[in-house]
């Protein structure tokens, strides 16, 4: 069976809701970073790792997620087919990847932005990662008004992937999402599907 590898509340929980959204049968393994088990389908002790019937591994979350969306046409979860619509998922994709996901690195990992060991020096490190957090989500916030995902053309893999991003944006900024209302908006409407919530409960399981 296709598997996932994934972390509660990391990444992987985008994938993890894409899964769910699609329908078809999927394992999700629950790891630890730096684990025997994770390291072993993936050296760089990351997730998500995704695994297919054949044993062919794929690693980052826009592959997987595009991937996901590719072989399954009939969740309509893609965007649009035509030149453009594919150039906004690819952009989408590539600003949740570089911009936004990054963003928060700071904030998770302040000690690989700084030789500095002091406490001090990593909370400075974890303020400019607040900072940019909060511009990349007014980007996102911006895009969303007026509209009720981030592609047109309905719910998609690219919604899936900003969902855990808008959740530590609630969760670590210090102004929480209050400035992004369209930001907020989208994460209520993704966490309100049953289907997404089993994948919460999932996580959130021992
Ligand atoms: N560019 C990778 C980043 C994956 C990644 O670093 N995921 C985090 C969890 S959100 C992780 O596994 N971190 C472990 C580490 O950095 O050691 C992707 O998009 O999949």
Known sequence: MPTLYYVPDACSLAPHVALEWIGAPYEAVKVQFGSKELLAVNPAGAVPTFREDDRWLLTQAGAILDYLGQKHPEAGLSGGETLRAKAEAHRWSAFLTSDLHASFWPIFVPYRYTTDKSDAAR????????????????????????????????????????????????????????????????????????????????????
């Open 123 to 206: 909370q400075a490190v974890a303020d400019a990662g607040h900072k940019l957090a909060a511009k990349q989500l007014g980007v996102l916030n911006r895009h969303l008004d007026g509209r009720d995902y981030i592609l047109e053309g309905g719910r998609s893999v690219i919604d899936a992937y900003a969902f855990p991003m808008i959740r530590w944006g609630a969760k670590l900024l210090p102004g929480g999402l209050q400035d992004f209302p369209a930001v907020q908006a989208l994460h209520d409407r993704i966490a309100a599907d049953p289907a997404v919530q089993k994948v919460l409960g999932r996580e959130a399981a021992a």
